[in-house]
């Protein structure tokens, strides 16, 4: 199993910026495509940002577009979510974990970590 932490989180003015960060332990998440995902009250958690294992490639959902921006850092099995001109509907827990095609062919990332909170004032 992967254990997963995240930090980072905390609240903020419409137009600020915050950067997440996720560190795995147990097993290392650095040959694994890993995403940031969130989950606002009332709603279904949903997939913000994936990032391939070696960090070549990225991808954000269509929301957060041009302003959160995902890196990662393999020798210190450290993930990371940039966000920009953050906004009142960015408020939500952030978790990491495997993209979810990982996550569907293994269990490591069974576990969730606690997350942390974004709460973004308007």
């Known amino acids: 199993q992967v254990q997963l932490v995240e930090t980072g989180g905390g609240l903020v003015q419409a137009g600020g910026s915050l950067r997440l960060s996720c560190a795995a332990s147990g097993r290392t998440s650095s040959t694994y495509d890993m995403g940031w995902f969130r989950q606002a009250p009332g709603k279904e958690r949903e997939l913000v940002a994936a990032i391939t294992s070696t960090g070549g490639s990225t991808n954000v959902a269509h929301s957060v577009k041009g302003r959160f921006t995902m890196s990662r850092d393999n020798a210190k099995n450290t993930l990371y979510l940039r966000m920009n001109s953050l906004k009142p509907e960015d408020t939500a827990v952030y978790y990491c974990?495997?993209?979810?095609?990982?996550?569907?062919?293994?269990?490591?990332?069974?576990?969730w970590g606690q997350g942390t909170q974004v709460t973004v004032s308007s």
């Open positions: 974990n495997a993209d979810p095609i990982t996550r569907a062919t293994t269990t490591l990332f069974d576990s």
